[in-house]
Nanobody, 120 residues
Framework: QVQLVESGGGLVQPGGSLRLSCAAS????????MEWYRQRPGKERELVAA??????VYADSVKGRFTISTDNTKDTLYQQMNSLKPEDTAVYYC???????????????WGPGTQVTVSS
């Protein structure tokens, strides 16, 4: 039932900005965690930012540059990325963790990803 679709990726020069969006459907927004991951070339997929239990967490590599946010009226997750560096080049993925009552079981869903390339 859950479907995620990312958008907003593209090519940008170092120091530039992009805003990623993740449109979510088929789940209850208020009882799920929303997260951004990325996979750099030749590296493992890694957590970038997350909203979990009302708290926000960022990877050390993006603190002060990236901002995760939501628009509950649209059930959409955003990631504003500023001061981009070549090291930020990656495929960025949206991840949703649905928490289901009464057992509080957690189920994860992934979007197909969007490419971000930072290059001069």
């Amino acid at each position: 039932q859950v479907q995620l679709v990312e958008s907003g990726g593209g090519l940008v020069q170092p120091g530039g900005s992009l805003r990623l969006s993740c449109a979510a459907s088929g789940s209850i927004f208020s009882i799920k965690n929303m997260e951004w991951y990325r996979q750099r070339p030749g590296k493992e997929r890694e957590l970038v930012a997350a909203i979990r239990g009302g708290s926000v967490v960022y990877a050390d590599s993006v603190k002060g540059r990236f901002t995760i946010s939501t628009d509950n009226t649209k059930d959409t997750l955003y990631q504003q990325m500023n001061s981009l560096k070549p090291e930020d080049t990656a495929v960025y993925y949206c991840r949703e963790v649905v928490i289901t009552a009464p057992t509080m079981m957690q189920t994860q869903y992934w979007g197909p990803g969007t490419q971000v390339t930072v290059s001069s």
